[in-house]
Every structure is written in structure tokens, then in C-alpha cells.
């Protein structure tokens, strides 16, 4: 069982930067067995892969609209993932979620994924 809480939120102006943190307590299993995946979801629209990263962190993918601009990383020592995000655009706006997932590399499919977070608004304006 794994809970996840998102923070770093927040409204910020086009080319700016936000960092999200998504702080984890497991038990059974441990924070470092999981592959962590950052999702976002807009108004109106599906839930979108945005970049994932396998345990070691020896595996990251991004989707190709961030890549550049995004960086996802992982302290397992610190059970916490994050995803620092520069050169934020309007349409990066949406509630972003980070979800945890038993798997042997990446996927960028939300099913694939075990447990989610409640989410984090970030709203980048023009």
C-alpha cells in the first residue's frame, strides 16, 4: 500500500518555474521498488502521461511536449519524487498527479499504475 501527496502547485506566468514534490509513505513494499509517474489532466480532457522514472532511475521518459523543459528525478531515501518544471507554457495547465506503479520499466498508461495521489492544481498564465 502506497499513499502519495502532491505539493509545489501553484499559479506562475508563462516561462516561469514551478518544482513538484510527491511525498510517499509505503509499507510492505518499499519506496524504491516502484516506478513513479507524473500525469496531468486539464479541464475538458483525458489524463495525459507526462514523464516517469524507474526505481533506480536508471530509465526516465517524457512526453515529447516537455521534453527540454522538464525534469523528473527521485530521492528514495527520501521516499519523495519530483518534477521540476522551467519554461512553463498556458498549456502546461492542468491538475497534476504522481502515481506509483509495481513495474519493470516505464509506462506511460495510467492503468499500469497502482496508486495515485490527490493531485496538485498548476495554472500558468499568459
Known amino acids: 500500500q502506497v499513499q502519495l501527496v502532491e505539493s509545489g502547485g501553484g499559479l506562475v506566468q508563462a516561462g516561469g518555474s514551478l518544482r513538484l514534490s510527491c511525498a510517499a509513505s509505503a509499507s510492505g513494499r518499499t519506496f524504491s521498488s516502484y516506478t513513479m509517474g507524473w500525469f496531468r489532466q486539464a479541464p475538458g480532457k483525458e489524463r495525459e502521461f507526462v514523464a516517469a522514472i524507474t526505481w533506480s532511475g536508471g530509465n526516465i521518459y517524457y512526453i515529447d511536449s516537455v521534453k527540454g523543459r522538464f525534469t523528473i528525478s527521485r530521492e528514495n531515501a527520501k521516499n519523495t519524487v519530483y518534477l521540476q518544471m522551467n519554461s512553463l507554457k498556458p498549456e502546461d495547465t492542468a491538475v497534476y498527479y504522481c502515481?506509483?506503479?509495481?513495474?519493470?520499466?516505464?509506462?506511460?498508461?495510467?492503468?499500469?499504475?497502482?496508486?495515485w495521489g490527490q493531485g496538485t492544481q498548476v495554472t500558468v498564465s499568459s
Open positions: 502515481a506509483a506503479g509495481v513495474l519493470r520499466s516505464i509506462a506511460t498508461f495510467s492503468r499500469a499504475y497502482d496508486y
